[in-house]
């Protein structure tokens, strides 16, 4: 029997002038485990004129995960960070009761073509963590947990599995691994996962249970284990989760907590521009036409 419960499928979002693939949050699937919200951007291929350049916006409540296949972004936030992430390095940033940051092409790529592919991640925090102070760590590639295993290179982009930690100084239990295979094997990896487990296929295909599933998909397993499959050749893919919380995640703009009063005040607190600055950046994203309760 098939361990795979459901079945989704990127969807275009636009997050201003840039496009990206939407993976979570879905309407049958709120979150998986801690992961609230998954964005795959690109592939895209800028023109010397075209920059990424999503200006500062605010967070509570939550980590941003961010993790680049290719190209390059330079951050900025409210703690007084600048820090340019390359491929395979991590930027996890911590919004705790609250921080602000910018994410723009850097400066010396501005004027030529360029490429950008990666993924952007929201983790929620525990209930006990949501108003904590924010925080923000850089972890180079070099020090994420890379091996080779059952015929494919694995690495523990974030969290425990394997008997691995990754340096991400994540907040709860929950695991982000990256799986490439070259030639087409079979792995099982269910007695390392726990929680609640889901993959997605970036580039390349699966096989499980008779059934072949292909890129821009993700698979949300039925328990916390994943079944056997085979990776065919040249296929990378993305297994995350972890515990879910016992409270549910309300979700709305940049926002996550479990509770309504926080996000509603987030919202009235950017409207009037009562969240902290980010220096070396006066633009701002504007609150979008939400409703705010009186």
């Known amino acids: ?79 007084g960070t600048e820090m340019e992430i390359q491929p395979g390095a991590v930027n996890w940033m911590t919004a705790g009761k609250g921080v602000v940051h910018s ?4 400066e010396y790529l501005r004027t030529s073509e360029k490429r950008l592919h990666g993924l952007q991640i929201w983790v929620a925090l525990p209930k006990h963590l949501e108003q904590s102070e924010p925080s923000f760590h850089h972890i180079e590639a070099k020090d994420i947990p890379q091996w080779e295993q059952d015929g494919v290179q694995i690495k523990l982009v974030a969290g425990e599995a394997f008997g691995k930690t990754s340096p991400v100084p994540v907040h709860s239990a929950l695991y982000f691994i990256e799986i490439k295979s070259t030639a087409a094997v079979s792995i099982n990896i269910g007695e390392h996962l726990f929680g609640e487990s889901a993959l997605y296929i970036l580039e390349g295909s699966i096989k499980s249970d008779g059934h072949e599933y292909g890129p821009k998909q993700i698979l949300i397993a039925k328990d916390t284990k994943l079944c056997q499959m085979e990776l065919t050749e040249h296929t990378t893919i993305y297994i995350f989760g972890g515990d879910a919380f016992p409270e549910i995640r309300y979700i709305h703009w940049n926002f996550v907590s479990s509770e309504r009063e926080l996000i509603e005040q987030a919202k009235h607190d950017w409207l009037e521009q009562k969240f902290p600055k980010v220096p070396n950046e006066t633009e701002f994203v504007p609150l979008p036409d939400y409703s705010l309760k009186k």
Not at 2 to 13: C, D, M, V, W, Y
Not at 26 to 50: C, N, T
Not at 103 to 106: I, K, L, M, N, S
């Open 103 to 106: 994410e723009r092409t850097p």
């Open 1 to 79: 029997m098939s361990n795979i419960q459901l079945i989704i499928e990127e969807r275009a979002a636009d997050i201003g002038n840039f496009l990206v693939g939407r993976l979570l949050p879905f309407r049958e699937k709120r979150s998986v485990g801690p992961f609230v919200f998954i964005d795959h951007m690109g592939p895209a291929q800028l023109k010397d004129y075209q920059n990424l350049d999503v200006p500062p916006h605010p967070h509570i409540g939550l980590s941003t995960l961010t993790y680049l296949f290719e190209g390059a972004i330079f951050h900025r936030d409210s703690l």
